[in-house]
């Protein structure tokens, strides 16, 4: 059964995106998780000529213009994926450095920037986390102080997906000192290329190997001020925004559990140990209908959230839990699913050994579990008052 938010048109759009991922993307994944890099300026070009990169962007700059509802079905829809790097790098693009852009932006800036970016013309990334201030992004060191009309930037950021690859990079710096550390951030749009942005070092990763990540440096990087997003000083306020639509798109891969259960299950069901098909094991069995169960509240959860924020509700609350209980139970059934694969689990050329791999990231990156459980606990007036 289909979920009651998705109409004809979103499977559509969920079955043009999957026959896309199996003849675009699948017979390339071995060599490029070997590669430890994807050819991102190649593969967004392909998928901004379908439509795929501005789903919910706004018509006028290339974007389909549809509400956020077909955003999260296309999320879902990257579950055909085999591999969590390339789906993670695509939803950088379109849920994690842009939605503040398109929102926010003046037309000038969302010209410059948004535009290209849906027609997968550059790849962006986005400069929130720094060594000293991941979760914390209020901690950020990151400046950017005003010289005329432009903007100098100093700083550094960590764990940049896309990084190295990427056209251009949604910072968040600092450009007024004291006050409110929520008062003090601005969004700017940094082209690579500009004079004094350098990348440090490409990461390696303990999975999500397809996808790059960077350490980048600004030494000194002049932009202008018209590249800001929005209004000085509320960089904060749109990151805490943005960060609504990259949980809910963290949350969206909830599906590619399901997917990881159903081959596990066929797998066990040809492995034969002690005269009889492991599947027949009831410890076995009775932990994959478990496992099953937590994917289908887990999805319900997830489409809840959804249908809340596309009637313009704040879901804050509901992204935070989407977000926790979707990188646990990923987590969850991969750790199950390769103890019932057996030695062939710990293969690192088995699929649910890569989503073994690639699921640790998901209680890390986008905010920790505890980040999500403070944020939870906040909302529901629990969190103890500060002294």
Same mark, same amino acid.
């Given at each position: 059964m289909?979920p ?5 048109d979103h499977?559509?759009?969920? &079955? ?6 199996e ?10 998780e070997?590669a ?13 000529k ?15 213009? #549809? &509400?956020?509802s077909? $955003?999260? /079905? ?5 579950? $055909?994926?085999q591999?969590?790097?390339i789906?993670? =790098? ?9 939605? =503040?852009?398109a929102?926010?932006?003046?037309? @000038? ?9 849906i027609?997968?013309?550059?790849? $962006?990334?986005l400069?929130v ?8 992004? *209020? ?5 950017? !102080? ?14 940049t ?9 949604c910072?968040l /710096? ?8 929520? !008062?003090?951030?601005t ?7 500009t ?8 990461l390696k990763k303990?999975g ?10 600004f &030494?000194?990087? !002049?932009?202008?001020? !018209?590249w ?5 000083g509320m960089?904060?306020?749109y990151q805490m925004q943005?960060?609504?639509e990259?949980r809910?798109?963290? =949350?969206?891969?909830w599906?590619?559990n399901h997917?990881?259960?159903?081959e ?6 040809e492995r034969q /140990? ?6 027949e094991?009831q410890?076995i069995y009775f ?8 994917? @289908?509240?887990?999805? =319900? #959860? ?10 313009g509700?704040?879901?804050?609350? #509901?992204?935070s839990?989407?977000?926790?209980k979707? *990188?646990?139970?990923?987590? @969850?059934?991969? &750790? ?7 030695g ?10 890569r989503a073994w791999r690639?699921?640790?990231l998901g209680?890390?990156?986008?905010? *920790? ?5 403070g944020?939870?606990?906040?909302t ?5 008052r500060q002294?």
């Open positions: 289909q009651t938010i998705y109409t004809e499977i559509a759009l969920q &079955d043009s995106l999957k026959k896309f991922c003849s675009e993307i699948n017979p390339h994944i071995e060599e490029w070997k430890e890099i994807f050819p991102a300026k190649e593969l967004f070009r392909k998928m901004g379908l439509g795929f990169l501005g789903v919910n962007k706004p018509v006028e700059f290339g974007g389909q213009g #549809l &509400d956020y077909y $955003a999260a /079905a296309f999320a879902e829809g990257l579950s $055909a994926i591999c969590g790097g789906p993670m =790098a695509i939803g950088v693009q379109t849920d994690m450095a842009t939605p =503040a852009l929102r926010f932006g003046s037309d @000038e800036v969302r010209k410059e920037f948004l535009a290209p970016s027609s997968g013309e550059y790849v $962006a990334c400069g986390s720094e060594v000293g201030a991941g979760s914390d992004v *209020a901690s950020i060191k990151t400046t950017a !102080r005003k010289d005329g009309d432009d903007y100098i930037i100093d700083g550094g950021k960590m764990w997906t896309n990084g190295t690859q990427a056209d251009w990079c910072v /710096a600092n450009t007024s000192q004291g006050g409110s550390a929520h !008062r003090n951030k969004l700017i749009c940094v082209p690579m290329k004079k004094g942005v350098s990348v440090a070092r490409k303990a999500m190997n397809s996808s790059d990540t960077a350490q980048l440096h &030494d000194g990087v !002049r932009v202008p001020q !018209r800001r997003i929005g209004e000085e960089g904060f306020t943005q960060f609504q990259e809910l798109w963290a =949350a969206a891969g599906r590619k997917e990881i259960i159903q596990t299950i066929a797998y066990l069901r /140990a002690f005269g009889k098909p492991l599947l094991n410890f932990k994959l209908a478990e496992l099953a169960t937590e994917v @289908e509240a887990m999805g =319900a #959860l997830f489409h809840k959230a959804v249908a809340l924020y596309v009637a509700n704040d879901v804050t609350q #509901l992204a839990m989407c977000k926790l979707c *990188a646990r139970l990923a987590r @969850e059934v991969a &750790d199950w699913c390769l103890q019932f694969w057996g062939m689990g710990y293969i690192e050329e088995t699929r649910v050994n690639d699921s640790r209680s890390i990156g986008g905010g *920790a579990d505890e980040v999500m459980m944020i939870i606990a906040k529901m007036g629990i969190f103890p002294s």
